[in-house]
């Protein structure tokens, strides 16, 4: 696919640079994965990213095997200041146990080379939604 980079794990966070990007968003990415999603459970994430150059890449909640289905994505307005995301995400797929969150690096339009951090990454399970069903007589 022709990218080329390396993943460095840093305190509390990873770091990405990647020298040539591919054709493909997803040639270079990174993820956390064996998680669980459960159906019917909102889950709250957050974490701190920046980028350099600045430019727009996705990150995903997903399947960690085919077909590679996606729960949740967003667009990372990545900057060279840090930003804080939060979001949550309703899961209403059935429950998966080989789940990830990644992160897409590939197929940048920018300079070269360009970097990537991700840092203080929390995945909270918020709530489960529970069906009632009222007994009227």
């Excluded at 159906?39 to 600045?54: C, E, H, L, N, R």
């Excluded at 940048?108 to 939604?129: H, R």
Aim: charged share 20%; aromatic share 10%.
């Amino acid at each position: 696919n022709g990218a080329a980079g390396n993943v460095k794990i840093i305190d509390n966070g990873v770091r990405v640079s990647v020298e040539q990007p591919g054709g493909n968003a997803w040639d270079v990415q990174f993820s956390y994965v064996g998680l669980t999603f459960e159906q019917g459970v909102t889950y709250k994430i957050s974490f701190d990213y920046t980028g350099t150059p600045a430019q727009t890449m996705n990150f995903h909640m997903m399947q960690n095997y085919d077909p590679y289905v996606t729960y949740a994505t967003d667009a990372l307005e990545y900057k060279e200041e840090s930003q804080t995301y939060e979001g949550t995400i309703t899961m209403t797929e059935q429950t998966d146990k080989n789940s990830r969150n990644t992160f897409d690096c590939g197929a940048s339009e920018c300079g070269m080379p360009y970097s990537v951090l991700i840092e203080n990454l929390v995945l909270l399970k918020v709530e489960e939604v529970t069906e009632t069903t009222e007994n009227t007589q």
